[in-house]
């Protein structure tokens, strides 16, 4: 009996002497992990799970480790909708995700109101101008991309006349909205409007359309499985108009899907793993190395948004879930300080992003960088 | 104004897919009352079995014969034994629904086994185009309008001409007297089996190097291919023809002259009008039951 007391009383001093051990950081993501955006939620989770593998193997943030649970949103608004709720009952320190635009806008309320910050990939131009405080992107906003596709079009391919092919879903008529607006002010004819439906094979009327409306150059704004299946239908139908895009059109995916038929498409692109900055290098080999594959810029964006929460959580010094919204407004973090960050980058009060940005070209299969455009401020 | 001749000819090469994927419905229908709602999967996983072949090493050539053959055993022979002789006996609406199941099941050991990515396919056809009436025709959608139609073709004479086909027919109009001729009843059943499987694997080759190997490629070219055996008639094989040639020249056009939001609408409205019209199909023979 006396033994039993004495165990008894070891252990209870050594629980409650013992230093409270630090809780980890509960982060939920909810992604495209199937359905059409599968490319998308993959390269994202991905990047994710690298980023948090290389913080907790570096000895976590503040001390603390990372914990992050995925779920899919099927690349549906709705089931985006429920899982975002699901993952906010267990009060997580940030959401990361939907990459989905139209997933994003159905969503990003549901942060707000829970006051949790949402970093996301969504690139539709209205999803920063609501006037939520909570919600953060990882690349550019179309508001932003639009008038620098639009600037190349019309000088450096010298485009009098363009047809404008887009997806019918929030990603797609934010960017139609935008790069319209852009090309008209340069003085740019669209010579046809294409819509297409998220999810669609077949291409070959969409494409007659753009052969029949001869235009000197065609703007492709499609998610990435459709992206590859219009490549190929260009080519099928032998049209050799020059092709712009912006990011999915050159994507890793889409070139590996369409093959040769990608070859010669060029695009503005946020993020790219062939960027020549050593980190981005660097990322890329690391991201191979684990998964046997090159990510896409989607791998890139769920690998940053991680280092924007240990960014903010160092900036705070403090684990706080109310505090890293305020912290990341107008927070500049420089990869020269913080080499895991890759570039530059700098987030604006409505959570907008300021970086470095790149046109690129498909040639042999690969994304070739020609332009670097700075970071704006 | 799109060019009228490319859209015929690349609407024909998509009809000729739905062709395919139709006249799977028309045989198992006809042979054994069987309406198969995983027809779409059946042309999407042979897809996966040659890509499987590939990443074991084999040439494209080797691992789609591999991928046939493996097709004909899981979709003919395996489906006919496994799910429709058990459910046959309860009747064709639970028969319906296992086939429904069975395509859920499909599309979930794909996405398991494969990821929820889309993949790329080869292409069994060659690229280039050629000029047809001064429109600009690849020869990849006259290879699967070519390769389609000789399909058919070859279906239509074995089952006209040859003592093998004309004892398929016999045991699908009326299995009993077919029984009393001697006709081996079961085994005319199990070949439109192999046979619904071997199209599908067909045209799995034709249509993946254009949409894409993925998981969820089966549910727009099902849809299609029902709405085309409804359509061209579901009891005759030359109506399945005829409706997806007619659904595929009809996508083109709407999507084209009405709108690409208004184009899946079209051929459901064509849907509705032979439903009301014409239920026997454009091309279909009247049935009467009695009880």
Known sequence: ?377 | MSDPIQLLVSGLASGAIYALAAIGFTLLWQSAQTINFAQGEFVMLPAFLVLAAMRAGAPFWLAAIVGVLLSVALLGLAFKRLLVDPMLRHGVLPLAIATMALSVAMKESVKTFFSAEAQPFPSIAPSGSVSIFGASVSLQSLGVFGIGIVAVAALSLFLERTSTGRQMQAAAQNPMVARIIGVPVERMILLAFVINAALAALASLLVTPLYLAKFSAGEALGQAAFIAAIVGGFNQVRGAIVGGLAIGVLDNFAAAYVSTEYRAAVPLALLIAVILFRPQGLVGRAEERSV
């Open chain 1, 1 to 377: 009996m006396r033994t039993f007391l004495a165990a008894s009383l070891a252990l209870a001093t050594a629980t409650f002497a013992a230093p409270a051990i630090a809780q980890d950081i509960q982060i939920a993501d909810v992604a495209e992990l199937s359905g059409g955006g599968a490319t998308v939620g993959t390269n994202w989770k991905n990047g994710i799970d690298l980023a948090v593998e290389e913080i907790n193997a570096a000895g976590g943030v503040l001390g603390r480790k990372i914990v992050v649970t995925h779920a899919d949103s099927q690349s549906n608004p709705g089931v985006a909708r429920a899982q975002v709720q699901k993952a906010l009952d267990s009060n997580p320190y940030v959401l990361l995700g939907p990459g989905y635009s139209g997933s994003v806008k159905a969503t990003a309320p549901l942060a707000a109101d829970a006051g949790v910050t949402q970093i996301m990939g969504g690139e539709a131009a209205e999803l920063t101008q609501m006037g939520d405080k909570f919600l953060f992107r990882t690349s550019f906003g179309q508001q932003s991309t639009m008038p620098k596709v639009a600037k190349y079009m019309a000088e450096d391919m010298k485009a009098k006349t363009v047809a404008v092919v887009w997806v019918n879903n929030d990603f797609g008529k934010g960017g139609r909205e935008s790069i319209e607006k852009a090309l008209k002010e340069r003085g740019v004819e669209i010579v046809a409007d294409v819509s297409t439906e998220p999810g669609q094979v077949d291409f070959a009327a969409d494409v007659a359309k753009v052969k029949a409306a001869n235009p000197d150059a065609a703007f492709v704004y499609l998610n990435e499985d459709e992206s590859a299946r219009i490549l190929k239908e260009l080519t099928r139908q032998n049209v050799t108009t020059p092709l712009m895009g912006e990011t999915t059109l050159v994507g890793q995916k889409v070139i590996e899907l369409a093959g040769d038929a990608a070859n010669g498409a060029r695009a503005h692109v946020g993020l790219t793993t062939d960027a020549p900055i050593e980190a981005v290098r660097a990322f890329r080999d690391r991201f191979v190395k684990k998964y046997n594959y090159v990510p896409d810029h989607n791998g890139l964006k769920g690998y940053l948004a991680v280092q924007m929460v240990k960014a903010a959580s160092e900036k705070m010094g403090k684990i706080d879930p109310k505090g890293v919204a305020d912290a990341l407004h107008g927070l500049t973090i420089k990869a020269s300080d913080d080499p895991s960050i890759l570039m530059d980058v700098t987030f604006d009060e409505n959570g907008d992003i300021d970086r470095e940005g790149f046109l690129v070209e498909v040639v042999d299969g690969k994304q070739v960088v020609k332009q670097v455009l700075p970071k704006l401020h």
